[in-house]
């Protein structure tokens, strides 16, 4: 796919992606953990702080943008943040409608629904634009490496590889991977390039393992998961089959009704999205087969060790903020109903004889159809930031006497990042 197309691409996404909320650019402010890694790279210095782990794993895409930003004004920090967010995200979309996807996903209009689902998917208000949660687009990106055509030029190997490298130091993603290279490599071990990037992705493991082995339960919710049949088929049910079909706002909206709550409904809801992917990654396509596995270890990983408050699974099937920008756990989420959206789209638009894989392909465009009409169109406008005022805060930092320690909110409710006056 010619330049200019990726270009227009590029700006069709983030234009789409800034529809959303257009105060991520317009009006930025740091979320959650931004200010955590401004604060570090801010006392520390730029180098210094790119060693330090987060939740128990190295996150070097974070740790590389905090430090990036400390050449510019502290009132530019946070959009420069959202910014990159923005942008890791846009590159994804740009990776995948590339021409080098096509031996992949061979038709073009696949791949850009696929793109407009990844910007428009509900229930998943707090995965873009923002540098706190960009590395599950990151960790998106690198799945597509893995899958896409051998580049031409030397400029593609060394994107592929900064990709895999970045990516795999940057949270945990690299370790789920790790099967899904390795499984495409024994199908294919004469494919040096695939060795190249199996290569580079375990020794990223590597170092994740040994991170995460030093500090195990570093900055990690303490007590109780909670865990039980009743709250995992609440966080399935509500999360992703309601997430998807009627969004975070749909989903806020019921909490206090029977389908909600009871539990043979929400039995069934939760065994849509798992039998769908099941399916689909018995009889669709390896990729789709891989990206399937690819959310169920997510999904597993997360619901070990979610860094949420407790009880930790009942919270983490409680629907998300539409009041402000408080998402809860719903990151958690995104991978699975990527898949679960995407399965169900590749059920519906398969050419199907039997009689049960008809109906099955009427179901999965029904419920597309839902997803689109009621969860999209419910979820587009995100919940807006609290307004605290982030020029003012720089303004009271910089009057303040050289060596005060300045505490400054931040959203959610009740964050905030501390800095040194200068």
């Not at 400390?70 to 920090?77: F, G, T």
């Amino acid at each position: 796919m010619k330049g200019w197309y990726l270009l227009v691409a590029a700006a069709i996404a983030a234009l789409l992606w800034l529809s959303h909320m257009p105060a991520l650019l317009f009006h930025a402010q740091f979320y959650a953990d931004d200010g955590g890694w401004y604060q570090l790279a801010y006392s520390e210095g730029p180098l210094r702080s790119l060693t330090h782990q987060a939740g128990g794993y190295l996150v070097m895409l974070q740790r590389l943008g905090a430090s990036a930003s400390l050449a510019l004004p502290i009132v530019a920090v946070p959009t420069f943040f959202n910014a990159v967010g923005l942008a890791v995200g846009v590159g994804g979309i740009c990776y995948l409608l590339s021409a080098r996807m096509a031996t992949a996903i061979p038709s073009l209009a696949a791949r850009a629904a696929i793109a407009l689902l990844v910007i428009a998917v509900p229930n998943a208000y707090d995965t873009a634009g923002n540098l706190t949660n960009a590395q599950w687009h990151l960790g998106l990106i690198a799945f597509l490496v893995m899958f896409a055509r051998p580049p031409r030029r030397v400029a593609g190997w060394l994107l592929d590889g900064l990709i895999i490298v970045i990516g795999g130091l940057t949270g945990p993603y690299c370790i789920l991977l790790e099967p899904i290279i390795g499984w495409l490599w024994l199908r294919d071990r004469r494919n040096r390039r695939l060795q190249v990037l199996l290569a580079l992705n375990t020794a990223c493991v590597v170092v994740q393992l040994l991170v995460i082995l030093t500090h195990v339960g570093a900055q990690r919710t303490a007590g109780s998961l909670g865990a039980g049949f009743l709250p995992l088929v609440q966080m399935i049910a509500r999360q992703l089959t309601l997430g998807l079909l009627i969004g975070a706002h749909g989903l806020s909206s019921i909490a206090g009704s029977p389908a909600a709550s009871n539990l043979a409904i929400l039995t069934v809801l939760a065994v849509i999205p798992l039998a769908v992917c099941v399916w689909a990654a018995w009889r669709g396509p390896s990729m789709l087969r891989a990206f399937c596995l690819l959310a169920g270890l997510e999904l597993a990983l997360a619901l070990v060790a979610p860094s949420i408050g407790v009880p930790r699974w009942p919270k983490l099937g409680n629907a998300a903020s539409i009041v402000e920008f408080h998402p809860g756990g719903i990151r958690y989420f995104l991978f699975p109903l990527l898949a679960f959206a995407i399965s169900l789209g590749w059920i519906a638009v398969r050419a199907l004889r039997g009689r049960i894989e008809r109906i099955a392909a009427v179901a999965a465009a029904v419920l597309l159809l839902a997803a689109v009409t009621i969860g999209v169109r419910a979820d587009w406008e995100y919940p807006p930031y609290l307004d605290e005022h982030w020029g003012a805060e720089v303004q009271r930092l910089q009057a303040a006497p050289r060596g005060t320690l300045v505490v400054i909110p931040i959203n959610p409710h009740g964050w905030n990042v501390s800095l040194v006056a200068r």
